[in-house]
């Protein structure tokens, strides 16, 4: 079984460019969730969906930032502009189960974003 | 707003010997704590897990000690192994209804052969 694929791997961009990065959670998980780490601090919550459906969105800075997930399959995070300050790992996740503590969180590889 | 410390940033011991990881968290409500792994390249990958209602939780050489009182928790490594190499994050999902895991800011141990 395929786990949770995102891409691209690394990005690198300058400051006022757009970048869209995609995640394809297992096939079957209804809860998708976005993080960020920026080097040396910790994994922080984006957003979190459960199937095509925002659940929460309250850790995405700024409306720059524009998550979606159509149809409740794949979702794409797109930064526009983009800031020095947007530079991290941005990790996708997903779950079968929300709400019990057995919901185990199953990471891709991230996507690292360099903003120059 | 909740967070989570986690202690120390890095780590280092030689083989064979043990490595303690500590975290702690602030919001009374969390009842679900993980340990994720990450290595080089990849993604966190969850090694193991303790709910609140337990105090201790072992699984091979790898055990999750919580003290709910102190909001404390902490992972212990024995015997450690070069492939023991990683990042590692703690972290605590509130309770029934949560969704949300609030991540430590990662150890990153090293094992010295």
């Known amino acids: 079984e395929a786990g949770v694929t995102q891409f691209p791997s690394h990005s690198v961009i300058e400051k006022g460019q757009t970048v869209t990065l995609r995640c394809d959670p297992i096939s079957g998980h209804d809860n998708l969730y976005w993080y960020r780490r920026v080097m040396g601090k910790e994994i922080k919550f984006l957003l979190h969906?459960?199937?095509?459906?925002?659940?929460?969105e309250s850790g995405m800075p700024n409306n720059r930032f524009l998550a979606e997930r159509t149809g409740g399959t794949y979702s794409t995070l797109k930064v526009q502009p983009a800031e020095l300050e947007d530079s991290g790992v941005y990790f996708c996740?997903?779950?079968?189960?929300?709400?019990?503590?057995?919901?185990?969180?199953?990471f891709g590889e991230g996507s690292r974003l360099t903003v120059l | 707003g909740e967070n989570v410390e986690q202690h120390p940033s890095t780590l280092s011991v030689q083989e064979g010997d043990s490595a303690v990881i500590k975290c702690t968290y602030s919001?009374?409500?969390?009842?679900?704590f993980p340990w994720y792994k990450q290595e080089l390249g990849k993604g966190p990958q969850l090694i193991i897990d303790i709910r609140s209602n337990v105090g201790e939780k072992k699984d091979q050489r790898i055990a999750v000690t919580l003290n709910k009182t102190a909001k404390h928790f902490s992972l212990h490594i024995t015997e450690t192994q070069p492939e023991d190499s990683a990042v590692y994050f703690c972290a605590a999902r509130g309770g029934e209804g949560t969704y949300k895991y609030i991540f430590g800011t990662g150890t990153r141990l090293k094992v010295l052969a």
């Open positions: 919001d009374s409500a969390s009842n679900y």
């Open positions: 969906f459960v199937k095509e459906s925002k659940q929460d």
């Open positions: 996740a997903s779950s079968q189960v929300a709400y019990s503590n057995t919901g185990e969180l199953f």
